[in-house]
């Protein structure tokens, strides 16, 4: 009986290296995107949490806690969306920093409790799904034909600096952007989605424009490697995005047809 004991325990140490060596689930596979840092193996509700996470679910975001921040155009952590989200849903008064701490902790803590989930501080999955919809702002200017049952649409409001993308009519995901400047406007207007490139570099500027998405002419859905905040700076005429979001509209939308609108005043 002890050395079916011991052979026992020896398989079940072997079993948990080998467990301990796999990727966590979930891990980015971009090179230029950074991931938010390792869950700590001792607390499962994290865990779940973030398996939870699929970029391509309605309103999806990644996970995100006290100490991340956003420190670089390629290493977003949508610490700054979230304290605009906050700020619009009355929740958050402090400056956009782009560093969570515990001011925006307690933020987040308010927004869930009022929100009827469970309180963390810890934007998981399931506040995200109740925040972004809920600080969509402009919903009666979104065009009707964004709406339309059938198909996929993006729809950027120039004013507001949102991009918003409706599947059969139903709203199911929105990002903060950035677009053309007042000499190189994001044009205005119908059009839709004619050229994709994963990788593609500008030939005027040189400079990389990952997950491109062109709909009129030049100007494209795509990630910057230049933009920290939506609300500073403007593009040469393209739709700029967080790299990790163009990416997600990239594998919500690549593989289909989607129609684009551009509208409301420049910004």
Request: glycine residues 8%.
């Amino acid at each position: 009986m002890k050395r079916v004991a011991t052979v026992a325990a020896t398989i079940a140490l072997a079993g948990g290296l080998v467990l301990s060596l796999l990727p966590a689930a979930g891990a980015s596979s971009g090179p230029s995107i950074s991931t938010s840092a390792p869950v700590a193996s001792s607390s499962n509700a994290s865990v779940d949490e973030r398996l939870a996470y699929k970029p391509r679910q309605r309103f999806a975001r990644e996970f995100v806690r006290r100490g991340d921040v956003d420190s670089s155009p390629s290493n977003i952590k949508h610490v700054r969306e979230l304290q605009y989200r906050l700020t619009w849903a009355g929740a958050y008064n402090g400056p956009i920093t782009g560093r969570f701490d515990s001011r925006l902790s307690g933020a987040v803590k308010r927004f869930q409790k009022r929100s009827k989930l469970r309180v963390t501080g810890v934007a998981n999955v399931h506040t995200w799904k109740k925040l972004i919809p809920k600080t969509v702002r402009g919903r009666k200017a979104v065009p009707q034909g964004c709406k339309v049952r059938t198909g996929w649409h993006a729809c950027y409001d120039r004013s507001r600096h949102q991009v918003t993308l409706w599947k059969r009519g139903k709203l199911w995901n929105s990002w903060l952007v950035r677009g053309g400047s007042s000499s190189t406007q994001t044009r205005v207007g119908r059009s839709e989605v004619y050229f994709r490139n994963k990788d593609h570099v500008s030939s005027l500027f040189g400079s990389p424009m990952p997950y491109s998405q062109f709909f009129d002419g030049g100007q494209a859905f795509h990630g910057s490697t230049l933009m920290m905040n939506p609300f500073v700076g403007h593009s040469h005429g393209c739709v700029n995005m967080y790299i990790k979001d163009a990416r997600q509209l990239w594998q919500l939308t690549a593989h289909r047809e989607l129609k684009v609108r551009v509208y409301g005043a420049w910004s």
